[in-house]
């Protein structure tokens, strides 16, 4: 079996990220193309510029990864309030909300410096 390319491994990661994101969303809401769209871009770019720089942590960090990505879902839903349909800004803004959260934990737990303080 041929090893994967961190590209290939990325769409998988995504793949995993999303199904977590969609069983939170549940049937009777939405989230729109452009949302999918965004968030894909977005996190395809994260994930390959950190399985490429820091190393494949996939099968370590697996279950905290799609854990983030249920929390995004929620986030995402409390964004978007009683509307049916999950917009890119929502997503945005879920997607804000997680990664200040990651940013945090990466500090706490030694992983980067913490940020200034204002």
């Known amino acids: 079996m041929t090893p994967m390319t961190p590209q290939q491994e990325v769409n998988y990661i995504l793949h995993d990220c999303f199904f977590a994101v969609g069983q939170i969303i549940g049937p009777d809401r939405r989230l729109d193309f452009d949302a ?31 854990a983030v990505g249920r929390y995004l879902a929620q986030r995402a839903l409390h ?31 030694g992983l980067l410096p913490p940020a200034a303080q204002v």
Do not use: P
């Open 36 to 66: 999918i769209a965004w968030l894909h871009t977005r996190y395809r770019d994260r994930f390959l510029y950190a399985m490429t720089h820091l190393g494949n942590s996939w099968t370590r960090d697996r279950r905290r990864v799609t």
């Open 79 to 109: 964004h978007a309030g009683d509307n049916a349909v999950i917009d890119r800004a929502c997503a945005a803004k879920a997607s804000a909300d997680v990664e200040m959260g990651c940013q945090m934990n990466a500090e706490r737990d």
